[in-house]
């Protein structure tokens, strides 16, 4: 479990849950294994974009069967349930919420001009300003609507399907390379950047990763965390994803970038700490 600050203050109003509903209509899903998402424009959902779409992911991973991440979540009070760094040890939905609230804390000092944004809670589906998603396509950023959106029970899948260690800490990286993702789309880099975006998006969350402590909301990262983040980033790799769904690598359909070099840009950010390098 991450060290959160016992005393530390959450907000959980940086968190939209929409845990526990259910949109009307059928979502727009490509179907079967490395899938995207059909969108108004072309989104990618934690994934490489082959139509040349302007939204971000983290992978080009999807749940292997194109159904739904796991059952339904009841709905659950985050503003009275969430407020403290204590909560964020026993619940993992406030453990998410801290994080989100350390990345913005973060971007917010480091970054002229940086407008905080909202991370979505959804199960099932969900409809956004980019169109309807299903939880199977995963963790993604919308840039019309400028908002993150996770089913939480992501996790499972990474360690399920794709071999993940997927601890806690692996959810900090998802948090911190779909918010790179905005602090893209506010620099104007991330239409059409394709691999090098996503390349960058985890450098800025190993940016973050470096920096969180400073926020005052976690008490210490530790190696072992670290660790966690290198290995969810490994596990969205494009030669390891291919290699689960297709059995084999083609690296010219390569839209993220291969393990090796996931975990590369993620322990760049994190060894220089400023996003400079990045």
């Known amino acids: 479990m991450s060290d959160f600050r016992d005393d530390a203050r959450l907000d959980p109003s940086q968190v939209d849950d929409r845990r526990g509903r259910r949109r009307r209509g059928r979502p727009v899903v490509a179907?079967?294994?490395?899938?995207?998402l059909v969108v108004v424009i072309v989104v990618v959902l934690l994934g490489g974009n082959?139509?040349?779409?302007?939204?971000?992911?983290?992978?080009?991973?999807e749940g292997l069967d194109g159904s739904a991440i796991g059952p339904g979540s009841p709905p659950v009070d985050v503003a009275s349930e969430c407020t403290t760094g204590a909560d964020a040890e026993r619940r993992d939905d406030c453990r998410a919420i801290g994080y989100v609230n350390s990345i913005q804390a973060y971007w917010a000092t480091s970054l002229d001009g940086y407008r905080p944004t909202r991370t979505v809670f959804f199960d099932g589906d969900v409809d956004t300003a980019c169109g309807a998603a299903t939880s199977a396509v995963g963790p993604f950023y919308c840039p019309r609507d400028q908002q993150i959106y996770i089913d939480l029970g992501f996790m499972a899948v990474l360690r399920e399907q794709f071999g993940a260690t997927a601890g806690p800490f692996a959810q900090a990286y998802v948090l911190a390379h779909e918010y790179g993702h905005h602090v893209q789309n506010l620099q104007g880099s991330l239409r059409g950047a394709g691999s090098a975006a996503e390349l960058q998006a985890d450098c800025l969350a190993g940016v973050w990763a470096a920096n969180a402590v400073a926020t005052g909301i976690l008490a210490s990262v530790t190696d072992d965390e670290i660790a966690d983040a290198l290995d969810a980033a490994a596990a969205v790799g494009d030669d390891r994803i291919q290699e689960r769904t297709q059995g084999q690598m083609d690296p010219e359909t390569w839209t993220h970038g291969s393990s090796e070099q996931r975990q590369a840009a993620f322990r760049k950010g994190l060894d220089a700490a400023a996003p400079g390098i990045c």
């Open 31 to 36: 179907g079967g294994g490395l899938a995207t």
């Open 50 to 61: 082959p139509l040349g779409g302007d939204g971000g992911g983290l992978g080009a991973l």
